[in-house]
């Protein structure tokens, strides 16, 4: 059964900077397509960035020249750089990853507030 575990998130100003980190467990993290997703309290989960095994990435209009997706193989890990945070960057972000079945880390709490 393969685990996601998320961390790094918590409270920063405006204009900070934080770095997620999601660590996996029990399967082959180098065959994963791995995602960062966000939500808020009463919309949707939506995709923020994503990066699949060749190391190709793509990122959602609202985070491109902020945020950057990367993964590493060895440590079986993928992490999301946020820069420049906005307070509309506040939400619980979530880890997936797919490869022939997806799985969801629990997520962990960005807060962006002065």
């Known amino acids: 059964q393969v685990q996601l575990v998320e961390s790094g998130g918590g409270l920063v100003q405006p204009g900070g900077s934080l770095r997620l980190s999601c660590a996996a467990s029990g399967g082959t993290f180098n065959r994963y397509a791995m995602s960062w997703y966000r939500q808020v309290p009463g919309k949707e989960r939506e995709l923020v960035a994503s990066?699949?095994?060749?190391?190709?990435?793509n990122y959602a209009d609202f985070v491109k020249g902020r945020f950057t997706i990367s993964r590493d193989n060895a440590k079986n890990t993928v992490y999301l750089q946020m820069n420049s945070l906005k307070p509309e960057d506040t939400a619980v972000y979530y880890c997936k990853g797919v490869w022939l079945s997806t799985f969801w880390g629990q997520g962990t709490q960005v807060t962006v507030s002065s």
């Open positions: 990066i699949i095994r060749t190391g190709s990435t």
